[in-house]
T-cell receptor, first 115, second 114 residues
């Protein structure tokens, strides 16, 4: 089974600054997908960004970008120009491309944004 | 806009009671997933459906948990003889087809078993 590890239970960033959230995963598969989801206090999970393992180029979505290191099995999320609305729990998730469609989530990182 | 909806949003049950949690996926979405999220943890997979067929129920923690989707749209997660360890948020997600990436999540049902 694949495991996803988020080693930072909490992170704090000042508004307009940049923060990086860490994620590592363990898998023997070569084809898979990685995701970052945001969960605000309302509990609604929102997809932030995704990365296909076969793509070497790191995904980018506006202020959000990833650093995908396949050999190291690392998938960090960088949030630039942090905004108060970015405060939430962030979950890293793994999905196999070939067996099963369920998402395997890490335990999450709570991001606090200070004015 | 019609997103994934779940009801009730909050449910308090006495230990030993049966509960039923409902998920209304986005119209036309073929696949539906249930996850359990304990306090301070990430969601954990319970089961998923493609249309009315339950293709994977490997995550259901015990035979007290049962899920159905009889007409391939609305799904119900039933928990019999609830225990305190069942207290969690139950999330439902749907996608148009299994091949697509993004799972669209509902707001969840917070179940508290006293």
């Amino acid at each position: 089974a694949q495991t996803v590890t988020q080693s930072q239970p909490e992170m704090s960033v000042q508004e307009a600054e940049t923060v990086t959230l860490s994620c590592t995963y363990d898998t023997s598969e070569s084809d898979y997908y990685l995701f970052w989801y945001k969960q605000p206090p309302s509990r609604q999970m929102i997809l932030v960004i995704r990365q296909e393992a076969y793509k070497q180029q790191n995904a980018t979505e506006n202020r959000f970008s990833v650093n995908f290191q396949k050999a190291a099995k690392s998938f960090s999320l960088k949030i630039s120009d942090s905004q108060l609305g970015d405060a939430a729990m962030y979950f890293c998730a793994y999905r196999s491309a070939n067996s099963g469609y369920a998402l395997n989530f890490g335990k999450g990182t709570s991001l606090l944004v200070t004015p | 806009g019609a997103g994934v909806s779940q009801s009730p949003r909050y449910k308090v049950a006495k230990r030993g009671q049966d509960v039923a949690l409902r998920c209304d996926p986005i119209s036309g979405h073929v696949s539906l997933f249930w996850y359990q999220q304990a306090l301070g943890q990430g969601p954990e997979f319970l089961t998923y459906f493609q249309n009315e067929a339950q293709l994977d129920k490997s995550g259901l923690p015990s035979d007290r948990f049962f899920a159905e989707r009889p007409e391939g749209s609305v799904s119900t997660l039933k928990i019999q003889r609830t225990q305190q360890e069942d207290s969690a948020v139950y999330l439902c997600a749907s996608i148009p087809r299994l091949a697509l990436y993004e799972q669209f999540f509902g707001p969840g049902t917070r179940l508290t078993v006293l």
